[in-house]
């Protein structure tokens, strides 16, 4: 048994031949605008990974889905962002489905059928903001649902054919609640500007999603119970659960790629080299007892997004420590010789600033300890 082992056989079985595929391209080729990795995820049929088998979809568990995107991770980091956003799209859908007039369905089939992609206008990016007011909003005129506003940044900017977006609607008394809106990527009035800058995750087309008067049918909207201030409903608490739980894991990959080309080296001690998998392993069934519990339950409730919550975190702590006990592992030559260790090191540290954030979440989380409802801000 190698290391990374596990993980890469779920990806194989699941999507056979991307990992080959990822494989033989250089790591700076993937990471790069226009890479090839996420045609290759499209034609490999990862579109379909959560979409359930009653709708044509793989239908991958959570346990298979967080090793899967840990392989993923570790192959092409930009990749494991963009597909995450994807994934976490279609798990929404999912949810939607459950409560929905049945156009969901036949979408989720779509998206099998034609691998479709989708990508998250959920709100994010914005400091001090919170992640459940979206800068995007839907008013009723007519027969139609009218959307404006951006979403930046925005994986798979480029590449997606529906956009999921949060949205905020005014109720007739006043009351702003959150909504769920299903965009077509062609549709008059979306367009994309650049946005990202760095070259670091620069392969997952992280762009600014611009929407003007976009025109939508109303049922492509779907409202949710959340007020500004309220507790979480079932469909964010699902949507959180996945997004927290694969982006730690695609990290987790990140940084395992970094602990790979240690071991491959022979760099530092063996103690120091079964430290670093140490850390990574432990943080890693951490996200997959969290997994287990989403498969063996159809109860997910607040407790269980405070445990999802909690693998992050300490996922961010095993992959800062465990990156630059790697890199000093690795050595001054292989610092010269290459920029991948400092990349990976570097793309590696990206959970910290997805959302919840630690630092917003603090208060949140000790309240819910405390038999309080879980606020997420």
């Not at 034609?43 to 991958?60: F, K, R």
């Not at 995107?69 to 994934?87: E, K, N």
Request: glycine fraction near 10%; charge should be negative.
């Amino acid at each position: 048994m190698s290391f990374l082992d596990t993980e890469r056989d779920v990806l194989e079985r699941l999507l056979p031949g991307l990992d080959a595929t990822l494989a033989a391209h250089p790591l700076a080729e993937l990471e790069r605008p226009g890479s090839p990795a996420i045609a290759a995820f499209r034609d490999a049929g990862g579109a379909a990974l959560l979409v359930p088998e009653q709708n044509t979809g793989l239908g991958a568990s959570p346990l298979e889905a967080v090793r899967l995107q840990r392989a993923v991770g570790a192959r092409c980091p930009s990749l494991a962002v963009a597909t995450t956003m994807h994934h976490f799209s279609v798990a929404s859908l999912v949810e939607t489905a459950k409560h929905g007039a049945g156009f969901e369905w036949m979408l989720l089939e779509s998206i099998v059928a034609d691998r479709l992609l989708l990508a998250s206008g959920f709100a994010e990016g914005r400091t001090g903001q919170s992640i459940l007011r979206p800068a995007i909003t839907a008013e009723r005129r007519g027969d139609h649902v009218l959307l404006n506003g951006s979403k930046k940044p925005c994986s798979l900017a480029h590449s997606m054919d529906l956009l999921t977006a949060s949205v905020t609607m005014t109720d007739e008394d006043g009351t702003e609640r959150l909504a769920v809106a299903i965009v077509p990527a062609k549709t008059h009035g979306v367009s994309v500007r650049p946005f990202w800058r760095s070259s670091v995750l620069a392969g997952a087309e992280s762009e600014e999603v611009v929407l003007a008067d976009v025109e939508l049918d109303p049922q492509l909207v779907v409202l949710t119970d959340v007020t500004a201030g309220s507790a979480l409903d079932s469909l964010h608490i699902a949507g959180f659960l996945w997004f927290e739980l694969l982006m730690a894991a695609g990290y987790l990959g990140t940084a395992s790629a970094l602990v790979e080309r240690v071991l491959r080296h022979g760099g530092g001690s063996a103690a120091d080299r079964a430290a670093l998998v140490t850390e990574l392993d432990a943080a890693m069934l951490s996200v997959e007892a969290v997994a287990r519990e989403m498969g063996d339950t159809t109860d997910w409730g607040e407790s269980l997004l405070v445990r999802a919550l909690t693998a992050r975190y300490a996922a961010q702590d095993a992959i800062a420590r465990a990156t630059q006990a790697a890199l000093a592992a690795l050595g001054g030559m292989s610092f010269i010789g290459s920029d991948e260790g400092t990349y990976l090191a570097s793309a590696a540290a990206g959970l910290n600033f997805h959302p919840p954030s630690r630092g917003r979440m603090a208060e949140a989380l000790c309240a819910a300890l405390d038999g309080q409802a879980l606020r997420v801000g």
